[in-house]
């Protein structure tokens, strides 16, 4: 009998849903017991914590897919079809908007970047899904931040080398809980907003988006099988710059649960 010399956790993140909804279907999510301090159900606005938690399995991201962030970028958004990379799983870190989320400056950076992103949890995997069906792969959504060691990544650039380095760090992909789908007030008028000690420093309708959430989904299952537990982070409008040791940083869009964290200083 073959034995694991050790086992690792896996990251998970907490499902909320308007009011007291029952029976919340969900393929790719876990139905874990409440501790002792879930007993009083947890709620953030109009938000109440269902119980369930969603395990993540791959993280992807979309490049450049707000065309006024692609021309900050030196890109072309009228020729460039989407491309995507990765964050590892467990660069997730979920944050509160209940509780400020501190996350330590990282190493090997003078230059760190915010990304807002409105953010894709998927249910059900496939290849090759045709547009018209994405939607039905779709579990709920998130907001996150694509954080990025941007003086890496020009590097990167400048050498045609991988961006692993500069995008793929701890706690590179702060996020908040996940709202079910059905309970979303989405829509192609939705701002998505990032503050940075309270000054708007990003803001764009997720209407904006040069390939849709639809159009992203068939997109990257051409070139992988995407399966429950997958994220998806979206793209970033006009407006990254660096953040600084003490910034406070929130994100919003429509009506999810924000993301809020604050940069502390770096780990020893």
Known sequence: MIKLLFTLPRRTIPIYTRGSRS????????N????????DTPTVGAWVRSGLEFPI????????????HALEMGGDPDKEPPFFFQKPTDSVVVCH???????P?????????????????????????????AMDHVYGYSIGCDLTRRDLQ????????PWDTSKGFDRSCPMSPIVIKEDANLNAGSTLRLKVNDSIRQESTIGKMIHSVPE???????????HQGDLILTGTPAGVSSLNIGDQVSITCGDLIPCKFVMGKPED
């Open 23 to 30: 029976g919340i279907a969900a393929a790719s999510v876990d």
């Open 32 to 39: 874990k017991s409440k501790s002792d301090s879930d007993n």
């Open 57 to 68: 399995r791959r993280v992807y991201c979309v490049g450049r897919n707000y065309r006024a």
């Open 97 to 103: 908007s209940e509780a400020t989320t501190c996350l």
């Open 105 to 133: 400056y990282p190493p090997m950076t003078s230059s760190l970047h915010f990304e807002g992103e409105l953010i894709v949890a998927i249910r059900e995997g496939g290849l090759r899904i045709p547009v018209d069906r």
């Open 154 to 161: 020009s590097e990167a650039k400048k050498r045609g080398r």
């Open 216 to 226: 992203i989904i068939s997109n990257l299952s051409q070139f992988f099988r995407l």
